[in-house]
C-alpha cells in the first residue's frame, strides 16, 4: 500500500514525506520556496512516466542517452482550478533510438504501467508528443 504524510512547518509551508522517507517542499507560490501541490501533480505524472520509459527501453535494450519531459496543463479559472487537458512531451535522445522505440514506450507506460496516468486520466486529457533529439557522444 502507498502511503504519504504531509507536515505543516509554518505560514503556507508543508514538507511532504512519502513510504520511503523521502520529502519535498511544498508551498504556495507567494512563499517563494517549495513546489506548488497542483504542479506537483505534473511532476509525479512526468516522473511515473519517465521511470517507466526508461525501464522500458533498457529491457528492449535501446539506449538512453537523455531523457526530459516536459508537462503543461489547462485549467479551469474557477475553483477548485481542475485540470482538464495535460501536454506531456518526451525529449529523447540515444545512439540508435528509433520512433518506434519510443512511441511504443510512452504508449505502454501511458496505457499499462503509470499509476497516476490512469488516475489523472479520470478527469483530465492526457496528449502526449516526443521529439528524438540528436544524438550527441
Known amino acids: 500500500m502507498s502511503s504519504a504524510t504531509v507536515r505543516w512547518i509554518g505560514e503556507k509551508k ?10 519535498v517542499v511544498l508551498s504556495t507560490p507567494d512563499e517563494g520556496i517549495g ?3 497542483s504542479e506537483l501533480l505534473l511532476v509525479a505524472l512526468a516522473s511515473c512516466t519517465a521511470v517507466d520509459v526508461v525501464e522500458i527501453l533498457n529491457k528492449r535494450r535501446v ?4 531523457l526530459e519531459i516536459q ?11 481542475t485540470f482538464r487537458k495535460i501536454l506531456v512531451k518526451y525529449l529523447v535522445s540515444g545512439e540508435k533510438i528509433t520512433d518506434k522505440d519510443i512511441s511504443t514506450a510512452i504508449e505502454l507506460s501511458e496505457g499499462k504501467y503509470c499509476s497516476v496516468a ?8 492526457i496528449v502526449t508528443e516526443y521529439e528524438i533529439l540528436p544524438f550527441e557522444k
Open 71 to 81: 508537462v503543461s496543463a489547462e485549467q479551469d479559472q474557477d475553483p477548485p482550478w
Open 118 to 125: 490512469a488516475t489523472v486520466r479520470g478527469k483530465a486529457e
Open 14 to 23: 508543508f514538507i511532504g514525506i512519502d513510504s520511503t522517507n523521502h520529502s
Open 35 to 37: 513546489m506548488k501541490p
Open 63 to 66: 539506449p538512453l542517452s537523455s
